[in-house]
């Protein structure tokens, strides 16, 4: 179970470094907002984490000790959760729109660039099944 955890939590990371973020993808698709949240999340939570901590021990001391250090790690898994979802998100079969869209794509792309066929004919092999992290 721990290595299904730490490989969901790596899929959704790269998921996330490969979603394009350009403006016409924004409207189309709810990942992106996903995708935005999880990144900001990532970078703002543990300053947020350390500044509960810090003014929950500062204004009500050390009886409330176990209080702050919960609500310092709830803070904190927040970008795990949001990584693992994002995780089995990519791991998502497409649905039928997407995939006939994802097979124009890939014939454009096909036409104009070589290390681009490249990545595709990678992942040709995986044709049958085609995933969120594929139309990324």
Known sequence: ???????????????????????????????????????????VAPIIAFITA???????????????????????SLPVHGYFLLGKQAEADLPSG??????EIEQQLQSSDVEIKQRVNLNKSKAHKLTYMDLA
């Open 98 to 103: 997407l995939r006939s869209w994802y097979r």
């Open 54 to 76: 810090y003014l929950q021990l500062f204004y009500i001391g050390m009886d409330n000790l176990n209080t702050t250090i919960a609500m310092s790690l709830l803070i904190l």
């Open 1 to 43: 179970m721990n290595v299904i955890l730490v490989a969901t939590l790596n899929s959704g990371y790269k998921f996330s470094q490969t979603w394009p973020k350009k403006e016409p993808y924004l409207l189309s698709f709810p990942q992106t907002g996903y995708i935005k949240l999880a990144d900001l999340s990532l970078t």
